[in-house]
């Protein structure tokens, strides 16, 4: 057999676990015990970096329904990158379809793996307090840094979070057709999430992802709230966006 | 190389993995080894508090990164993404080895995050030694290629394990990773002699040896890493010191990780090991 076709095969066996396809490999001697522990590395890693990927998720839907949902996601998404980490990335989507009706368990699972990803992003020189004095504002371009995300929640997952951290009991579970935008981001080593108006969540998200100029964010918010409440706005977004350490500043 | 840093170490070096319940004694610069190992995948991230971890604890001891995901028996080829981060890494870090095992994990787009078998043929010989003739291209530097542990065997196998990774070193200039523990678990599962296995092994090419502790399962000995050393691992140890005397020796743990100074306790009788190989090597009536 060639190399290429033992990989497919063996492969196969691992993600079906079907025997017809274990008969296919070309085992010297019986081989079905070592088969065994192969199978049960296999799932075992995926389901222990699922585990230790959503806490709060497993504690919310307890043991056995976590595990269920988990082998679900097991049996649908084979892993595909070369780090395991990666594996808890299609899970809150696969939540979804196993909890229709159930938004917290999914945006529960989006809370967790944004932390997560924030704790890894890359590093960022971000723009302090006592440097605002010396920009040219009429230059500056403004980013958020890498460490940063804004989910639109429709449930109270981030309160549910927020109380199994604490290990205090959790709220009921409450969603609506109103957007919640949640920010998570990284400020130096620690994660941190709060909850952001519309209006606040509307501006961030312009610096997301691309450097901006000072003077086009202030236009967005003259057009959006007219020339005085637009900038007492930007100017005291501003100043909570640099205490919370959420954006670079870079002079052109 | 920054001055801040140390340089690698000359000779033989013993050494620990770097793991998160001892990350604050590594900090602090006070443990008395030569080197620490990483598993390279748990740093290969784009920034946070493990790359700073990393970057500290690399300013008191030389690093060597022992990689689990490159799948060098791939029949598909390496994936450029994952050896483009490795490289990152190695340029940041400036590791003294860089490893990963004799095995694949991966095959297309699905990747199965465990150390797989090869079948021991031609062919597969063939994928392994471009493989690794690729991965060194891109990194610039020879790897070392350690011995995995093993639960099956193939039917078609041509040549012992063995065998194919002295013909490895041979054809592509790669170093060796001995795991003693790896060898004493494959020959336990498939009934064949350490004492063999040792004495076909081209020890001029062993730059490290790795020391671990397997599990008795139902069936055969599962390398689990999640206890001492036991006795026939440091035989094997003492023979592979014989013929490597200056490589590199560090002990793996990765579950059931025991307080730092009972790994230091271990590690001590890996160096006296290693002084009564250099005493016998050095008396020619031995």
Redesign the interface.
């Known amino acids: ?4 076709e ?3 095969n ?2 196969d066996w ?2 079906s676990a079907d025997d017809a396809v274990a008969a296919r490999l ?4 019986d ?1 079905r ?3 065994a ?2 199978q049960n ?2 799932r075992g ?2 389901m222990a970096c699922l585990a230790d990927s959503f806490p709060h998720t497993l504690l919310w839907l307890g043991e056995a329904a976590f595990e269920a949902a988990a082998a679900r996601h097991i049996d649908r998404v ?7 980490d990666d ?1 808890a990335l299609g899970f809150p989507e696969s939540l979804i379809e196993d909890y229709p009706y159930e938004a917290e368990v999914s945006e529960l699972a989006r809370i967790e793996l944004a932390l997560s990803q ?6 960022a020189e971000v723009l302090k307090a006592d440097q605002m004095g010396d920009v040219d504002w009429d230059r500056a371009m403004l980013q958020t840094i ?2 940063l995300t804004i989910l639109p929640l429709r449930s109270n997952a981030d309160d549910i979070w927020i109380a199994l951290a604490h290990e205090a009991p959790p709220p009921n579970a409450q969603w609506d057709e109103t957007e919640r935008p949640v920010l998570i981001w ?1 400020q130096e ?1 620690l994660c941190k999430m709060r909850r952001l108006n519309g209006d606040e969540a509307a501006m961030l998200g312009y610096l997301i992802g691309s450097e901006v100029p000072f003077a086009d964010l202030c236009a967005r918010a003259i057009g959006r709230w007219g020339e005085q409440d637009g900038i007492a706005r930007i100017g005291q977004y501003l100043g909570q966006w640099v205490a919370d350490e959420l954006v670079r500043g870079v002079e052109r | 190389m920054p001055s801040s840093r140390l340089a690698p170490p000359c000779g033989p070096a013993f050494g620990l993995g770097l793991r998160k319940p001892h990350y604050q004694d590594f900090l602090e610069g006070a443990v008395p080894v030569d080197f620490v190992e990483v598993i390279a ?1 748990n740093f ?9 971890i990393l970057r500290r604890v690399r300013r008191d001891y030389p690093v060597a990164l022992h990689g689990v ?1 490159m ?1 060098i ?4 080829g390496l ?1 450029g ?2 050896l483009a981060r490795l490289k990152a890494l190695i340029d940041e870090v400036e590791p003294f080895i860089v490893s990963d095992h004799l095995c ?1 994990t ?9 150390l ?1 078998p ?2 021991y ?1 031609r ?2 010989l063939d ?1 392994v030694c471009a493989n690794v003739d690729h991965a060194q291209d891109v990194l610039g530097r020879a790897l070392l290629i350690e011995n995995p542990s ?8 041509e040549m012992s394990e063995w065998d194919f990774l002295a013909e490895v070193a041979r054809r592509t200039g790669c170093g060796l990773l001995l795991d003693v523990n790896n060898i004493h678990v494959s020959a336990s ?1 498939h009934g064949f002699s350490s004492a063999d296995y040792l004495a076909a092994i081209p020890f001029d090419r062993v730059g490290q040896i790795h020391l671990a502790g397997h599990t008795q ?4 000995l ?1 390398d689990t890493h999640d206890r001492p050393v036991p006795e026939p691992v440091w035989a094997l140890l003492r023979t592979a010191l014989a013929g490597a005397p200056q490589a590199a020796v560090m002990i793996e743990r990765d579950d059931a990780i025991p307080p730092l100074p009972e790994l230091l306790g271990e590690l001590d009788i890996a160096r006296a090991m290693a002084r009564g190989a250099a005493l016998e090597g050095a008396n020619p009536c031995v």
């Open positions: 057999m060639r190399l290429s033992l990989q497919h063996f492969l691992l993600a070309p085992l010297a001697g081989g015990d070592g088969l522990i192969y590395n296999y890693n995926l084979p892993p595909s990158s070369w780090t395991l594996y924030a704790f890894i992003a890359a590093d890498p460490a990284r080593w | 995948e290969m991230v784009p920034g946070g508090r493990p790359r700073d995901s799948s028996g791939s029949a598909d994936r993404d994952y694949w991966r095959h297309n787009a699905h990747n199965a995050h465990d797989l090869l079948p043929t062919e597969a994928v093993s639960y099956i065997a193939f039917a078609h196998d599962n399962g139902k069936h055969c599962i």
